[in-house]
């Protein structure tokens, strides 16, 4: 503000009184000069009267006439034709001036200009050559500098005044309002913070009154907008969490139910449709947990607060456990490698469980059967590393870098499995985003997928598909 609109209203006052003060100078001195020569040319005139004309005549070599003493006004004649004078002593002929007279007797012109303090008259006169010409010179008369020079102070003055009035009264006062407008402007629907602009109860004012009152009203539509939309979003977030506490029991009963009628049948056609099922009970079960997780982070929860003192061993575990149910009906190997110490972070334990359970449960629904799924959690120096590789289909490369955007599922994935959205794996890369993990995905040989999570620097612990099906037989995984 200060560099642009106050010190740009400041500077064009400045200027446009100084110019005003400048012009009004030159005009009043022009005038009132001009005014000087209009009043006193015909007075000038009436001196060279008959007898002036006939004593030039008579011996135009030695006639001069003083007509104002005190400015040092006087009078030579001239002859028309040649533009001469008979007498030695008169001063040249202004020709611009005469190049000015009308060709009428008693014509003049008169300059009250000149740049050497000099002012002049040139007039026509009735008699014949060479007295037919008179140019009268003088020095500016003192009445008129000391009028045009008060005139000038007066007009410079008023207009100094003007400006310092204008500014100190209408400018800086109207940059100070602008600045606590813009001030508030910024702070516009924050939660505090904000000062009203407009002068309570006052429903006049000028138009940066009004510009503030509408301010002020923006301010308070956008607080019920935002609270009104708080109360929808912790209403919804309620709403979420007794479905996903409610659909958790019988989905939990669900799963054993048809684990327990899958382990009690013979036909290969029922047992499959019993997995099914059962595989559809864990998709339903993830996705309700993840809608849940979904309508918090789009609705602005940090996953950083709420934060404790996690064991990633022990959410590995659980993680583990509750997929092998699932593994187990599709024949698929789900190993798990873990340190023997405790691997202790500082995240929010729901959103970390559900972030990481999203991984391993992709790499058990959509891996193909009679596969391999190793879970591999390691510790290093500045933090730990988790991978979950599996030897399934995996991801055409040109697809690797849209995994964990919301709703991206490849081609080969849909036509796979026509479930899911997506939407585990965007939940997944939120949540390690916003509390500093790195997640990052990588195609394995022959075949296969590596979701990597790390909290830091570390060294590559990428297994190849066709060695997860060794880790077990060779001791590594557990």
Known sequence: MGRSLGRRIVLTTLIAGLFGAVAALVVVAR?????????????????????????????PAAWSQSLWPAVGMRGYAYDSRSHRAANPA??????DLVA?????????????RGGDGRRAMVFRTAARPPCDLVQLTWRNPTAVQRASRVVGISAISAALFATGLGLFVIVLPLVRRIRRLGAAAIRVGEATGYQAVAPSGDAGGDEIDALGRVLDRAHLRIRDDARLLDDQREALERHLARIAHDLRTPLTSLQIALEFAADRVDQPAVRDSL????????????LTHNLRLASRLRSGWDPNHDVAEVDLVDVITRIVGRSRLLARRRQIE????????????????????????????N?????????????????????FALEVSDDGPGVPPASLPR???????????????????????????????????????????????????RSGPSGHLRLEGREIGKLAESGTLE
């Open 90 to 95: 008169a001063p040249p002929l202004r020709a």
């Open 363 to 383: 790499a058990v629904a959509y891996g193909d059967p009679s596969g391999h799924v190793a879970v591999v959690l390691a510790t290093h120096e500045r933090g």
């Open 403 to 453: 995994l964990g955007q919301a709703t991206f599922r490849s081609d080969e994935a849909r036509q796979r499995d026509p479930r899911g959205s997506g939407l585990g794996l965007a939940i997944t890369a939120e949540v390690c985003e916003r509390i500093g993990w790195t997640l990052a995905f990588s195609a394995l040989e022959p075949r296969g997928l590596c979701v990597e999570i």
């Open 275 to 286: 997995t099914g099922a059962l595989r559809d009970a864990v998709y339903l079960s993830g």
């Open 334 to 361: 789900l190993e798990l490698s873990i340190p023997d110490d405790a691997v202790r972070v500082q995240c929010n334990a729901v959103a970390v469980e559900q972030a990481l359970a999203n991984v391993v449960d």
């Open 100 to 112: 000015q007279l009308g060709p009428a007797p008693e014509a003049f012109t008169v300059d009250m």
């Open 31 to 59: 005038v009132s000069g001009e005014a000087f020569g209009a009043q006193i040319a015909p007075l000038l005139m009436e001196r060279f009267d008959d007898a002036a004309a006939s004593s030039c005549l008579a011996a």
